[in-house]
């Protein structure tokens, strides 16, 4: 797929927002360790990755409630949706100066069109060294579902299924997609919220 950056200035992909809060004590903390371990760009970015895909929960497969919407909320409950996973993968590679956006899919909620669609979140890092963006999807693995890291071939969580009308969107925007933020912001379960109140598409 061809990526579309949102921007041609990389440095806005450096932003900090309200929800993409790094200078925030503790996601200075994750990021320091993660790079103390992992110095290198290709090497800090895999760790930062696999730290969010593997030891954040997404939300829905522990059947929590809870709803976490700000990196540093994230980080400290260790849980959180798509959407917001990819605020706290953004918040570690952005503090440590890498260039994060945000895509988007557009998935049936279940296994045919007649459940419904939703929008899922996913992130593109601009590795300097290879003047490349990647995509990457921190979603959480599971059976079923085995995002992994690569350079040379993208391996997401979900393929998409266009006889389904599942959308890849193409674009690589510079900050979260203002429905997915509304959404986090509005509901009070989160279970509740992703069967009911995801947004189904981009507007």
Known sequence: MNLLAESNDINDYLLETDEVDYSHSSIREKTHELYSHSPHEVDFVRSAFEFVRDHISHSCDIRSSRITYKASDVL????????????????????????TGFCYQRLTLGNTPDTGYALHALNAVYFRTMDQWIRLDARGNKPGVDAQFSLDAEQLAFPIRSHYDEIDYPIIYVNPNPQTIAVLKQSTNCIEMCQNHLPSEIK
């Open 76 to 99: 400290q409950f260790k849980e959180g949706i798509c959407y917001a996973k990819s605020l706290l993968l953004a918040a570690l590679l952005r503090g440590n100066g890498i260039p």
